[in-house]
């Protein structure tokens, strides 16, 4: 990546009208970034980008786009770069949950969630490459402890989790030598309400979740861990204490890991 600062680069964030989105949009924008913002919600996107502009004095960009639509995903990534001249920074946050045992699941929610927390990174990377190439710029990805470890009840959220560590770490191997840097950042429960729109069995939102473990950390603190660690040429962010241990014991002790899960999961599927 082209320097250790945020200054005069240029920052696109998938997902970034609400939530951990937003406050990444602020991090950014604060340290002194230009942001274009993309969100399936283009009144929330053009709203956070009025906001971004009257507190850093600098430009913002808000562009609604479906990035699970590959061709409009190409057509936002264009616009940025013709209006931005460039792009330093893509952080894929977009992503959505689902909450319900596979058993349950209409096949549309596997989908679904496959093709926003998968596809949707795919098609923007791929559009933003050329552009980050030329700038050895910092790709961000954000993953979840679910990316890799088991998480009861969220099958199709673990596996396109899952999938993003395997397309971005060997994406990060074909970039050797390119000067890219490929980070991926697992936070653990967030007061984001992503829970809340989580698809349920028949692809509506489920509504909030008994919270079994787990304490929810503010999206700002975060967005912060997760952009320094992104400056500092991190691979691997894990962001609280919960997505640290969460980490080290699912490799270390997995079985241990299962069981502990189960227990302050599993209550919510009658496991």
Partial sequence: MSGRTLHDRVVVITGA??????????????????????????????????????????????LACDITDRAAAHDAVAAIVRECGRIDWLVNNAGISARCLLRDAAPEVLERVMAVNLFGAAHVTAAALPALTAQRGQIVVISSIAGFAPLVGRTAYAASKHALHGF??????????????????????????IERAALGADGRPAGAARRTSGREVPPDAVAARIVADALRGRRLCLPSALSRTAWWLSRLAPALYERQMLRRQGGEFEL
Avoid: Y
Avoid at 17 to 38: E, M
Avoid at 47 to 62: F, I, K, M
Avoid at 181 to 189: E, Y
């Fill in 17 to 62: 009208a609400g939530g951990l989105g937003s406050s990444l949009a602020r991090h950014c924008a604060d340290a002194g970034a230009t942001v274009a913002v993309l969100d399936l919600d283009g009144a929330r996107a053009q709203a956070l980008a009025a906001e971004l502009r009257q507190r850093s004095g600098r430009p913002a960009l808000a």
């Fill in 168 to 193: 971005f770490d060997s994406l990060r191997s074909e970039l050797h030598g390119a000067g890219v840097g490929v980070m991926l950042a697992c936070p653990a429960f967030i007061a984001t309400g």
